[in-house]
């Protein structure tokens, strides 16, 4: 076999490198970007940003519903630590100072190196994710009326199922 010529004959040396290059010119996912755009946003905290969205996970149930995370405080020197500010809710600042060694440990322990040093705790209203939940236990002021239509019904299983549809969306709306 001669050196000039490929080893399969079918392929064709041109044909490859015309395909190598089309891949440097492939369309590339937006999602390859994302980091270089936000390391040009002047004050975006990536860390920050996983702080707020984590913040149930790491704080843990109790305080959660208390306090929010606010910002960031860097130090002028890279050796020394950042604080975190928090908003806080009434008493509950009393128990986070309290707790406050257990919670840099959270933190720190979620990012893996000692980010932050210290926490700012400024009072103000936390906005809750959660709804409080209702006692579904208590009767309904009023009762409720079954419509005439319902009992016409003959399929027993099917007039109770709506019938308890028909108290819960009383309940709901009262």
């Known amino acids: ?20 290059r089309r891949n440097v010119f492939a369309p590339k996912p937006l999602s390859s970007f994302v980091p270089d755009i936000l390391r040009n946003i002047p004050g975006f905290d990536t860390g920050f940003a996983q702080l707020v969205m984590h913040w149930h996970s790491i704080i843990g149930e109790p305080l959660c519903h208390f306090t929010t995370p606010d910002k960031i405080i860097n130090s002028k020197y ?20 309290h707790q406050q060694p257990q919670i840099l440990e959270r ?13 700012r705790l400024v009072h103000g209203t ?18 409720f009326d079954l419509p005439q239509d319902l009992e016409s019904v003959k399929d ?7 019938r308890n549809l028909g108290q819960a969306v009383f309940r709901s709306t009262s």
């Open 78 to 97: 890279k050796n020394d630590g950042a604080i975190l500010q928090l908003i806080v809710t009434g008493a509950a600042a009393i128990e986070i100072q």
């Open 107 to 119: 933190i720190n322990g979620y990012f893996g190196h000692r980010w932050i040093t210290g926490l």
């Open 156 to 162: 027993q299983d099917l007039q109770t199922a709506l």
């Open 1 to 20: 076999m001669e050196k000039n010529q490929p080893q399969n004959h079918r392929e064709n040396p041109r044909r490859r490198d015309a395909s190598a």
């Open 126 to 143: 936390v906005q809750s994710k959660l709804r409080p939940m209702r006692d579904n236990a208590q009767p309904s002021a009023a009762p």
